[in-house]
């Protein structure tokens, strides 16, 4: 390998293969009503939360904070909430998996309650206030605390080999740091090398995760080259492999990236199969030339990074992966919105009616990428991704607005993380420096901050778009992204008011950098449920490898796909009948091979045809009177004769027609062909003045 050129992949072990998956089942009761009454808008109701009667758990009755009790002064409130890891212990028998969640106020992205839930076998079986629990189950006090779905994180990179080295958090650490933070499922990327078939790829992914996972976890499939095959192959993973979803590059030239036709034609097979087509985009062309300007202005530090690739590339691929997707008629999903640019573009599209979701990241929402300049190697490197982290301080906070207002509907992280000595491949040349950044422990605490506790966002939008649009996207709401009878019980008992100081010294993840340093976040996850196992308990960590599975995402979301049948049919193009041109049509001119689009040409011989859509030159019926069809070409070649002959030409340099002179005077138009219709007697010459096409003297 070149020393100028990437690696992107660190060898890989062989894939194992796996058995089909068969865990297609919905949650039996996903659907049923509730056992809580549900009426009128309790959202905006400031009550006092009545005490549980139920008959389990302790009587004692504490104080909720009245609703209009001034705000602590934050000193008073910051207690350092710090998470730390302790051994686990098994779960066995049936009352280690009934848990009774006591005086808490639930959180639905679209209302909030005060109600009590009961846990069985890692699904919510109860919601209400006058519960009946059966004996032993598991008591956890919830007042004054926020009861919310488990976040679902949607995109995630664990143990990416990529650009010579790989990811630092596995699917152990990442899950286990997710779980800590209250993220109680992943969604990562199968993302192989160019050429590596799908179902192989996606075996491998799963022989990874499923031995490591602490948390449940689904997959996205990246789809970077194009051939029949990976048609057949987004086929098999939709219907039988559980995989609702495929990314798309325009970034990383000559590596993942799709050219635009090959775009178009996973767009529209994404449709077909009701899948949601992502994209990672970032104009590759641009990026590759900007890249070696920056080389050659002798900028080699991080900050050429996001240097090569302002926001005006990242927002021309938006807008393009928008147009191309509105003309597959094929719901899109943007991974990664980094820039306000690429918000907007994404808004404006939506309001002109696209069916395009964007996907703001914790690193976008968080920080910004003025630390690309620090003059630290190491922590500038360390905020180094695609697309970058902006320079403009005022991104963070612009992309929150539209995260509140629908503008942005769901977030993930795109964690793929890389310790100082990996970062360090591109100490000399930026170009080398392995992208990616942490966020999965953090992302819950970071919206939080950032959105509720600046006031942009309440509780509701906060569960909408850290689990609840997440599981309507990728289709596997109401059994992720709610608390409701038959959700699975992924739970957040959220405390609010309880600060933690993000630092990569007390994180669970395995890298050892974080760009949220230092950051201040009210809200921390006091209990965090997975599938009904308390995994952190009043700041301590218990997880246990292995046990998280892989949640099937079925295709055809309603969330997705609910606009899109209608469109098809109101789309429909329809022709217009009319008489048929029995007109003088010009003939086709017999030029330069250069100067003819592909569908002028024969596939096989590369020859300019006289007919646009066919390889016949005489495919026409003939006309009403029966003559022949004048927008039939008259000429009959032999392509290896023709080919010669626009050597000849322009090696002869065509002087007799240079001098004006006559069509069939130049000896090499002779050798031309003979013309179809040469035996016919009635046949005129044609003498012209001018060669088709124009004088040698011009564009020939
Ligand atoms: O910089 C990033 N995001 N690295 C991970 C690979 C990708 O582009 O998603
Ligand atoms: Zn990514």
Redesign the pocket.
């Known amino acids: 390998m070149a020393d100028d050129e990437y690696d992107f992949f660190a060898p890989q072990p062989k894939p194992v293969p796996r058995q089909k998956n068969t865990m297609f089942d919905v949650v039996p009761d996903a659907f049923s009503p509730k056992t809580i009454e549900f009426t009128g808008d309790h959202r905006r109701v400031k009550r006092v939360p009545e005490q549980s009667a139920s008959t389990a758990g302790s009587d004692d009755k504490k104080e909720e904070t009245p609703a209009s009790e001034e705000p602590k002064p934050v000193e008073e409130t910051i207690k350092q909430y710090v998470v730390t890891e302790v051994e686990a212990e098994k779960w066995e028998g049936s009352a280690q998996s009934r848990l009774f969640i006591k005086g808490g106020k639930i959180v639905n992205d679209d209302q909030s309650i005060h109600a009590d839930i009961y846990i069985e076998d890692g699904v919510i079986k109860q919601i209400g206030t006058n519960l009946v629990i059966p004996g032993g189950a598991r008591t956890i006090e919830a007042q004054g605390k926020l009861i919310i779905p488990g976040g679902i994180d949607t995109?995630t990179?664990m143990q990416?080999p990529?650009m010579g080295t790989q990811a630092a958090d596995d699917f152990y650490s990442g899950t286990k740091a997710a779980l800590a933070g209250g993220t109680t499922m992943i969604i990562d990327?199968v993302?192989d090398q160019k050429g590596v078939p799908l179902l192989e790829a996606y075996d491998k992914w799963r022989n990874w995760a499923d031995n490591k996972v602490c948390c449940d976890y689904g997959l996205h499939v990246a789809v970077t080259y194009w051939n029949d095959n990976v048609a057949k192959e987004m086929e098999v993973l939709t219907k039988e492999r559980g995989i609702n979803s495929f990314k798309m590059?325009l970034?990383?030239k000559d590596v993942f990236m799709l050219d635009d036709s090959e775009l178009y034609a996973s767009f529209k097979r994404c449709k077909e199969l009701g899948a949601l087509a992502m994209v990672?985009a970032e104009n590759g062309h641009l990026i590759a030339e900007k890249s070696l300007e920056m080389i050659e202005a002798g900028i080699s530090g991080p900050e050429a990074h996001e240097m090569c690739r302002p926001e005006e590339v990242e927002g021309e691929a938006v807008n393009r992966a928008i147009a191309v997707a509105n003309q597959a008629n094929c719901p899109l999903y943007i991974?990664?919105v980094m820039s306000k640019t690429s918000a907007q573009n994404i808004a404006d599209a939506k309001r002109k009616g696209c069916v395009v979701f964007g996907e703001p990241i914790a690193a976008s929402l968080g920080t910004d990428g003025t630390h690309q300049w620090n003059k630290c190697w190491r922590h500038a490197a360390g905020h180094?991704?695609?697309p970058p982290l902006r320079p403009d301080p005022t991104t963070p906070a612009y992309l929150m607005d539209l995260l509140a207002n629908g503008d942005l509907q769901v977030t993930g992280t795109?964690n793929?993380t890389f310790n100082a000595d990996q970062k360090a491949l591109g100490k000399d040349d930026f170009r080398k420096i392995p992208?990616?950044?942490n966020g999965v422990e953090d992302r819950m605490s970071v919206i939080w901050e950032k959105g509720v506790n600046s006031g942009k966002m309440d509780p509701c939008r906060f569960v909408a778009v850290t689990s609840t649009n997440a599981a309507k996207l990728f289709n596997i709401y109401p059994q992720k992204g709610r608390i409701a009878v038959g959700s699975d019980a992924d739970i957040v008992i959220w405390d609010p008011k309880q600060t933690r100081t993000i630092s990569a010294k007390t994180h669970h993840q395995a890298v050892d950098f974080n760009i949220f340093e230092g950051m201040v976040c009210h809200g921390v996850p006091l209990y965090v449920i997975s599938n009904g196992h308390v995994v952190v308990d009043e700041g301590q960590l218990r997880v246990t490898q292995g046990q998280g599975r892989f949640i099937p995402t079925p295709c055809n979301a309603e969330a997705v796909y609910g606009r899109i049948e209608a469109r098809e049919v109101a789309r429909k193009p329809a022709k217009v009948e009319r008489e048929v041109y029995e007109g003088p049509v010009t003939q086709v001119k017999m030029n330069s091979v250069e100067m003819t689009p592909p569908q002028h040409r024969n596939k096989t011989t590369n020859v300019v045809m006289g007919d646009d859509t066919s390889d016949q030159f005489h495919n026409r019926p003939p006309t009403r009177s029966g003559g022949r069809n004048q927008q039939d070409s008259s000429f009959s070649f032999s392509a290896d004769k023709i080919l010669r002959k626009i050597l000849l030409r322009c090696e002869g340099g065509c002087a007799d027609l240079d001098s004006g002179g006559e069509y069939e005077s130049c000896g090499n138009y002779e050798l031309y062909g003979s013309q179809v219709d040469d035996a016919v007697p009635t046949r005129h010459k044609i003498k012209v003045s001018n060669p088709p096409g124009g004088k040698a003297s011009g564009l020939w």
């Open positions: 995109h990179h990416l990529f990327f993302l590059f970034a990383y990672h991974v990664k180094v991704m695609g795109d793929c992208n990616g950044v």
